[in-house]
């Protein structure tokens, strides 16, 4: 650990991660449907497994790490990020924080709202896993593929391309480092603008040129996490009508290229006869009433379902 940096350090978490590739992990088996119905049922359930099949793997690359690199590795729940390297006496933190995705739900709906000033100093890797049962929807959990990236390229991207005053904006979690660790506050809050609700003869792009002129903000359109940017949208937060942005971190809607480019290149994956969108529009149409389709059938067929 002594020489440990934060470039090599993804090298080993990826090849541990790698390793599980192609491999159903021996944990639990979910049993063949015995008909038409019950895959279907199943296939509208699985993605809730996905916590589960996360769990597994973080207590397993814990293990996996402090073997590999030795020191004081902790898995930690329900804290971020879900792997942590424990020595204090560090420069910076490294740590590990996992997500898994099942590709035959409707989107990688896992979301990652970490504030970028608790990751800027640090190396905490984001590590998004694919999975599926081996027989598709039934059998071992099997990983299809993963993708690693430091997380805070991850979350600059995310608030970089949300952010856009007066209509989407940002607030950074204020200091809460006195406060006992379950009241600290980690993630950043997206707010949508209530246009419906503006005050009558209020114009919100003149507020942002009034506010940004006052706190001395001489881009205020550019994402910051500096203390005088984070006033002036706080301020403006205040004058304007907002409202939470429920959708904000939602892995699927990042547009940091590598995370979309494996999300896409996951979907054309072949398993089993057929890729991922195939499978998934097979499973969809399989739920449908009334005459199974010919993409369903070959599903069926495929999975040796009667």
């Given at each position: 650990?002594?020489?440990?940096?934060?470039?090599?350090?993804?090298?080993?978490?990826?090849?541990?991660?790698?390793?599980?590739?192609?491999?159903?992990?021996?944990?639990?088996?979910?049993?063949?449907?015995?008909?038409?119905?019950?895959?279907?049922?199943?296939?509208?359930?699985?993605?809730?497994?996905?916590?589960?099949?996360?769990?597994?793997?973080e207590y397993s690359l814990t293990k996996t790490l402090a073997?590999?690199?030795?020191?004081?590795?902790?898995?930690?729940?329900?804290?971020?990020?879900?792997?942590?390297?424990?020595?204090?006496?560090?420069?910076?933190?490294?740590?590990?924080?996992?997500?898994?995705?099942?590709?035959?739900?409707?989107?990688?709906?896992?979301?990652?709202?970490?504030?970028?000033?608790?990751?800027?100093?640090?190396?905490?890797?984001?590590?998004?896993?694919?999975?599926?049962?081996?027989?598709?929807?039934?059998?071992?959990?099997?990983?299809?593929?993963?993708?690693?990236?430091?997380?805070?390229n991850i979350a600059k991207s995310r608030d970089e391309n949300?952010?856009?005053?007066?209509?989407?904006?940002?607030?950074?979690?204020?200091?809460?480092?006195?406060?006992?660790?379950?009241?600290?506050?980690?993630?950043?809050?997206?707010?949508?603008?209530?246009?419906?609700?503006?005050?009558?003869?209020?114009?919100?792009?003149?507020?942002?040129?009034?506010?940004?002129?006052?706190?001395?903000?001489?881009?205020?359109?550019?994402?910051?996490?500096?203390?005088?940017?984070?006033?002036?949208?706080?301020?403006?937060?205040?004058?304007?009508?907002?409202?939470?942005?429920?959708?904000?971190?939602?892995?699927?809607?990042?547009?940091?290229?590598?995370l979309s480019s494996f999300i896409e290149s996951t979907a054309?994956?072949?398993?089993?006869?057929?890729?991922?969108?195939?499978?998934?529009?097979?499973?969809?149409?399989?739920?449908?009433?009334?005459?199974?389709?010919?993409?369903?059938?070959?599903?069926?067929?495929?999975?040796?379902?009667?």
């Amino acid at each position: 650990m002594s020489r440990l940096s934060c470039s090599s350090f993804s090298k080993q978490v990826h090849n541990a991660l790698e390793k599980t590739v192609d491999r159903p992990l021996p944990h639990f088996t979910i049993h063949q449907p015995a008909d038409f119905e019950e895959a279907a049922f199943y296939s509208k359930i699985l993605s809730k497994l996905s916590p589960t099949v996360g769990n597994i793997l973080e207590y397993s690359l814990t293990k996996t790490l402090a073997s590999a690199l030795g020191g004081d590795w902790e898995r930690q729940d329900p804290d971020f990020p879900d792997i942590i390297y424990k020595t204090s006496d560090r420069a910076i933190r490294f740590g590990v924080e996992i997500k898994t995705w099942y590709p035959l739900a409707t989107e990688a709906t896992a979301r990652f709202k970490e504030s970028q000033s608790h990751l800027k100093n640090d190396c905490i890797l984001l590590a998004l896993i694919a999975w599926v049962p081996s027989h598709i929807i039934f059998g071992s959990p099997t990983i299809v593929d993963i993708f690693i990236d430091n997380s805070y390229n991850i979350a600059k991207s995310r608030d970089e391309n949300y952010h856009n005053p007066p209509y989407n904006i940002l607030l950074e979690p204020i200091d809460t480092s006195n406060r006992t660790r379950n009241l600290q506050q980690r993630v950043v809050t997206a707010n949508r603008l209530q246009s419906e609700h503006l005050p009558e003869g209020v114009d919100p792009l003149k507020e942002v040129k009034s506010l940004a002129e006052k706190y001395g903000i001489e881009n205020p359109y550019q994402y910051s996490i500096d203390s005088a940017y984070q006033e002036f949208i706080r301020r403006l937060a205040s004058r304007l009508p907002y409202r939470s942005e429920t959708n904000f971190g939602k892995l699927d809607r990042i547009p940091y290229g590598p995370l979309s480019s494996f999300i896409e290149s996951t979907a054309s994956a072949t398993i089993r006869g057929m890729t991922i969108s195939e499978w998934k529009l097979a499973l969809r149409e399989l739920t449908r009433k009334g005459e199974v389709s010919p993409l369903a059938a070959q599903a069926v067929a495929l999975l040796g379902i009667s």
